[in-house]
């Protein structure tokens, strides 16, 4: 008498799970076959294409809140070495951020593991703030330094997500936010991050209806901040009342080099201005 036996993914050999995900795209595995079973994870680990994976390019590809859910709970325990995350244009909107930031409802402890295990030229590393106030970086094997979030649908809430998230990180490098609407109110988020980070060394900011109450924020952080080279606050309306305040700052400001200001309402009588206040800076992108 034969028996019939029903073969599924536990069960099969791992020889032919990998010729299954030899025909699947990285972004199937990633988001798919991660953490289905444990068993399955050990295979996936081991698996060629995903022990080499590098780059992981999710733009245009609306990953929204829940996906963003997903896709932090995957690369939190992530073995790979990926070293590019990008999430261009995904409608991640506040709640996204959230996930991907993990901020707890008593903002007790705050930490950003879907960075943690992503090295080299990548996109986040998050810090846990205990209740004794100590802290302690979490991606010990891995260190982000990139993050790109343009056109997200990110306001005020979610860049104040990400201001708790970079404020003690240290290897953050790269953060942009272009094509948001985080206004001045976020803008002020970031600002008191920048006050105490030292490891950002480019934001840009571009498109995000700042103003000139925002620039202002971003004045009082360079006048602290040594570390940021280029900060972008191209197509934003800071008016001349916001020139007068980073002009101001860039007189104590001895590391920022390029600042784009691009149609952001200023005349061009203030670039003789900025180049006078701050005579180290070696370009700036005119008004």
């Known amino acids: 008498m034969s028996t019939n036996r029903t073969l599924t993914l536990h069960t099969l050999p791992?020889?032919?799970?990998?010729?299954?995900?030899?025909?699947?795209?990285d972004l199937t595995i990633i988001l798919s076959l991660r953490n289905v079973c444990l068993q399955l994870n050990a295979i996936i680990d081991i698996y060629p294409r995903y022990q080499t994976l590098t780059t992981l390019n999710l733009a245009?590809?609306?990953v929204g809140a829940i996906g963003t859910q997903h896709l932090a709970l995957v690369l939190r325990n992530n073995n790979s070495m990926l070293t590019m995350l990008d999430l261009d244009w995904n409608y991640?909107?506040?709640?996204?951020?959230?996930?991907?930031?993990?901020q707890t409802e008593n903002k007790a402890y705050t930490t950003i593991p879907i960075f943690e295990n992503i090295t080299g030229v990548l996109r986040f590393s998050g810090?846990?703030?205990?209740?004794?106030?100590?802290?302690?970086t979490l991606g010990v094997r891995n260190a982000?330094?990139?993050?790109?979030?343009?056109?997200n649908n990110i306001s005020a809430i979610g860049a104040k997500y990400l201001g708790?998230?970079?404020q003690n990180n240290t290897t953050l490098t790269t953060l942009n936010l272009d094509i948001n609407s985080i206004g001045d109110e976020g803008v002020q988020h970031l600002a008191l991050a920048l006050q105490n980070n030292t490891t950002l060394?480019?934001?840009?900011l571009q498109i995000n209806n700042i103003r000139a109450e925002g620039a202002h924020y971003l004045a009082i952080a360079l006048q602290c901040n040594q570390t940021l080279t280029t900060l972008n606050l191209q197509?934003?309306?800071i008016l001349e009342e916001g020139a007068r305040y980073l002009i101001n700052a860039l007189r104590s400001n001895n590391t920022l080099t390029m600042l784009n200001l691009q149609h952001t309402d200023i005349r061009p009588r203030h670039e003789q201005r900025f180049i006078n206040a701050d005579n180290h800076i070696l370009a700036i992108i005119h008004f």
């Open 92 to 102: 991640l909107g506040d709640e996204g951020i959230r996930y991907l930031a993990s």
């Open 144 to 151: 982000l330094t990139t993050l790109n979030l343009r056109g």
């Open 235 to 237: 197509n934003n309306c």
């Open 14 to 25: 791992v020889e032919l799970i990998y010729c299954i995900l030899d025909n699947l795209d």
């Open 164 to 166: 708790h998230a970079i």
């Open 127 to 136: 810090r846990c703030y205990n209740p004794e106030n100590t802290t302690k």
């Open 201 to 204: 060394t480019t934001l840009s």
């Open 60 to 62: 245009h590809n609306r």
